[in-house]
């Protein structure tokens, strides 16, 4: 046995992609864990087909998971991966251009046949000279037939068999970079607890893909990645939806109000709905409605009765919803809406990300029916914009909608979990005194009106959607639908009192501003942080409150000779930008690929417009 390589690194991204059928988002998941419970800081980003199984060895049916994990702060889930974990050659020719140059390749060598490469649609029977990977260090593995002799002696059908071979592959990759298998087996035993034969089959696999790298080590480098260096607490791997969720439990508990969630499932917001209705113990309540209006509709039916309710969905059920957000517009109830965003129109790409419902979010209603509009901007602070939105919304009596995106909800980070005493108290505005009660009397400084429901003895009133007056009586005087109407509008603007000034990364003045807003933070930050070091004058403010806008934003945009605006869409916050604030030219960098940005993307046009 020849000594192996080891070759240090500051950080490497690694991709494993197949079929659908392969357990990708599985495997990369595992691998993920495993290296954050190393003390490495992690991003992920996985990446399936929209059809629940698409047409197997298919370019169109792979299904990849991209992970970069670091000794130092790592913001994205990498441009382009250092080592590619290919199961057939259709997911050779679907990651060829996601393939950091000299990177490395290990394929399934029995996949390789004439069957799958016809399935790929290569010409010919040599898929790396098709995809100019020639200078590419390949290593063949022939994982499925090792799977095979793995479990001979298990008794197991063929197809059973193969449904372990990403565990082989998950092995070698453990092997290759250093990570313990540990915490994978204790996942393997609780998740297959009532199939023992399982458990020891993936398990034994895992173990040979394992040994077979550190055989075979001549042939596979081992790399070694120190655990970065972190603030002292408890850490937990979560993705987006999941720290949503929990920031919604977590703004209930301090608000004091329970929890009602009333949603129908849609990619990819889904995961919200699952993870809250496993908290019956906490007092939540979910419903699964039949529809994305019934959904809504229950949610501002909890919200009458005196809950924290929140509907969750994407962009086309955000379209579904705009009547009834309108109805508690009108009503002046607090609702939050969760809009984890996806490709469109329409059904569009359900499984890919975009920034495209923006103005749908701040106009998408009939009439005049402003509502508060937050963006989280990395996959663990879901958590607090989640929080931050219901008290939001229950401390000024108004429908709040956050959004997310595909990146962040299904993507994942290392997360310090907070305790509940670190996070702010929330003061729902309860009515208190029947006497002075009045149904639409606002504070004088927030325009909020108070909060009385079912059961509040001397605080009876009528509710609904048509206009009224300040004791709750129906209204179509024309001058007091005016005067309600800037009411609406001036109380989502004075949010602004409750939310930071905008920060801005690097210089306070400069050259260039680069600007994004939601789950664009990590590529534009660390791009501009690469342009910092190679002595560029570019600075980065990022949004997260997009209605209002942080009291500042002028003041910021005013210091910068050029802003360039980033987002995943054909313009819709520049567009914003130009009507809020018309004193300033907004130049645009935008993407609609289904993908993120990369870093070089963002860099690349922060040269031109240097040049300019």
């Known amino acids: 046995m020849k000594d192996a390589k080891v070759i240090e690194l500051e950080e490497v991204t690694i991709r494993f992609s197949g079929d659908s059928g392969d357990g990708m988002q599985l495997t990369g998941t595992l691998f993920s864990d495993a290296t954050a419970l190393l003390g490495n800081d992690i991003s992920t980003f996985p990446d399936y087909p929209s059809e629940i199984r698409a047409p197997q ?15 130092r702060l790592v913001n994205t889930p990498g441009d382009l991966a250092h080592v590619l974990i290919a199961m057939n050659p259709a997911a050779v020719k679907a ?87 540990d915490y994978i087996e204790e996942f393997l ?20 893909g394992f040994n077979y790298g550190m055989t075979m080590q001549h042939m596979t480098p081992s790399y070694l990645v120190n655990p970065a260096v972190i603030e002292n607490g408890t850490y937990r791997t979560i993705n987006g939806n999941h720290a949503t969720a929990w920031g919604l439990l ?38 699964q409605a039949e529809d994305e209006i019934a959904g809504v509709t229950s949610a501002i039916g909890a919200s009458f009765a005196g809950d924290l309710a929140v509907t969750t969905t994407s962009g086309p ?12 517009v009108m009503a002046e109830l607090p609702l939050v809406v969760v809009n984890v965003q996806r490709g469109g129109p329409s059904t569009g790409l359900p499984t890919k990300t975009e920034q495209s419902d923006l103005l749908q979010s701040l106009y998408g ?44 909800g299904n993507g994942s980070e290392p997360w310090k979990i907070p305790t509940m005493a670190e996070l702010p108290t929330i003061t729902p505005r309860i009515a208190k005194d029947p006497d002075l009660f009045k149904a639409y009397k606002r504070d004088p400084e927030t325009l909020a009106r108070e909060w009385a429901y079912p059961g509040m003895k001397g605080f009876e009133h009528r509710i609904g959607g048509l206009e009224k007056d300040e004791t709750g009586t129906v209204s179509h005087d024309t001058e007091n639908h005016q005067l309600n109407t800037e009411y609406r509008e001036n109380k989502v603007r004075r949010v602004a009192d409750m939310i930071p000034e905008l920060e801005v990364c690097g210089d306070g003045d400069g050259e260039i501003l680069v600007v994004g807003w939601g789950g664009t933070f990590g590529h534009l930050v660390s791009a501009v942080r690469e342009l910092r070091k190679e002595g560029k004058n570019v600075s980065h403010a990022h949004f997260n409150y997009i209605k209002p806008l942080p009291k500042n934003t002028a003041e910021v945009f005013g210091k910068f000779k050029k802003i360039i605006v980033c987002e995943l869409n054909t313009g819709q916050f520049a567009s914003y930008l130009r009507n809020e604030m018309p004193e300033f030219k907004y130049e645009q960098l935008n993407k609609l690929k289904g993908l993120p940005f990369t870093v070089d993307e963002v860099k690349q046009s922060v040269y031109k417009l240097l040049e300019d």
């Open 95 to 181: 990651n060829a251009k996601f393939i950091n140059p000299g990177g490395t390749i290990i394929y399934d060598s029995d996949s390789f046949n004439e069957r799958n490469m016809k399935k790929a649609n290569f010409a010919t029977d040599d898929a790396f000279a098709e995809c100019n990977l020639e200078d590419f260090f390949k290593i063949p593995v022939p994982i499925s037939s090792l799977t095979k002799e793995s479990l001979k002696d298990f008794g197991l059908d063929n197809k059973s068999v193969l449904r372990s071979k990403n565990m082989f592959a998950l092995g070698l990759v453990c092997w290759m970079f250093n990570r313990p298998l």
């Open 365 to 408: 209603r009939n009439g005049e029916s402003p509502a508060v509009v937050v963006a989280a901007s990395t996959p663990s602070d879901c958590f607090w914009y989640a929080f931050k939105a219901s008290q939001i919304a229950l401390e000024r009596m108004v429908p709040v909608i956050l959004m997310t995106d595909g990146f962040l």
């Open 317 to 328: 059920g955000l379209a579904l919803k705009g009547e009834a957000i309108g109805l508690a």
């Open 189 to 208: 035993n609780k998740k297959f607890a009532k199939k023992p034969v399982v458990v020891e089959a993936n398990i034994k696999v895992l173990h040979d």
């Open 250 to 287: 977590a703004a209930a508990e301090k608000s004091g109000r329970e929890l009602f969630l009333g949603s129908y499932p849609i990619t990819p917001a889904t995961d919200i709905l699952s993870a809250l209705s496993e908290r019956k113990d906490l007092g939540v309540k979910t419903f």
């Open 57 to 71: 060895g298919t370019v169109g049916g792979v299904s990849g998971f991209q992970v970069q994990f670091g000794k």
